[in-house]
T-cell receptor, first 111, second 111 residues
Framework: DAKTTQPNSMESNEEEPVHLPCNHS???????IHWYRQLPSQGPEYVIH???SNVNNRMASLAIAEDRKSSTLILHRATLRDAAVYYC????????????FGKGTRLHILP | DTGVSQDPRHKITKRGQNVTFRCDPI?????LYWYRQTLGQGPEFLTY????????KSRLLSDRFSAERPKGSFSTLEIQRTEQGDSAMYLC?????????FGEGSRLTVL
């Protein structure tokens, strides 16, 4: 499985934008970039995914580098409820579609 | 609420006892996944079903573990002769439109 690299933890102030980086230098052409987050005592929650173009939804934006070897999850205005572990995952929907999680980035939001 | 429900949410048992967890997925999806998550780690893939067929099992799934999905609907994960190392959150997931929907998990504590 292709692997991703994320910082172990990050901090941000409430109501400010947060940029969560992810490196995936061994990404293949059919790998989609997925982001999930996990709030305390809950199961992982889907955030966003993309292939090549930047993506926006009600939760976040995903900026994908032109060479696709890195991506950034953008939370436009962090709230205390965004404090969670964020996982960046590569998933080839043309093959086995199980998700392999890494350790993710623990995001702390400072009031 | 993702529509994936797991029961029980919490289970405390003594070492050597058997435990069973149940997952009721979103009914219209034919794949179902089981994951295990220990403290501070990302979820680890255990096994998955396509309808009632168990298609892949991780090496983490020792012979004390057995999973079933009769009739391709709900699934059960049984752990026999539990050990303290089995203490973890057991998560069930169902695919949606490009993403996985996770239940809130069943937390097992083995004393």
């Amino acid at each position: 499985d292709a692997k991703t690299t994320q910082p172990n933890s990050m901090e941000s102030n409430e109501e400010e934008p947060v940029h969560l980086p992810c490196n995936h230098s061994t990404i293949s052409g059919t790998d989609y970039i997925h982001w999930y987050r996990q709030l305390p005592s809950q199961g992982p929650e889907y955030v966003i995914h993309g292939l090549t173009s930047n993506v926006n939804n009600r939760m976040a934006s995903l900026a994908i580098a032109e060479d696709r070897k890195s991506s950034t999850l953008i939370l436009h205005r962090a709230t205390l409820r965004d404090a969670a572990v964020y996982y960046c995952i590569l998933r080839d929907l043309n093959r086995d579609d199980k998700i392999i999680f890494g350790k993710g980035t623990r995001l702390h939001i400072l009031p | 609420d993702t529509g994936v429900s797991q029961d029980p949410r919490h289970k405390i048992t003594k070492r050597g006892q058997n435990v069973t967890f149940r997952c009721d997925p979103i009914s219209e999806h034919n794949r179902l996944y089981w994951y295990r998550q220990t403290l501070g780690q990302g979820p680890e893939f255990l096994t998955y079903f396509q309808n009632e067929a168990q298609l892949e099992k991780s090496r983490l799934l020792s012979d004390r573990f057995s999973a079933e999905r009769p009739k391709g609907s709900f699934s059960t994960l049984e752990i026999q002769r539990t050990e303290q190392g089995d203490s973890a959150m057991y998560l069930c997931a169902n695919p949606g439109n490009g993403e996985l929907f996770f239940g809130e998990g069943s937390r097992l504590t083995v004393l």
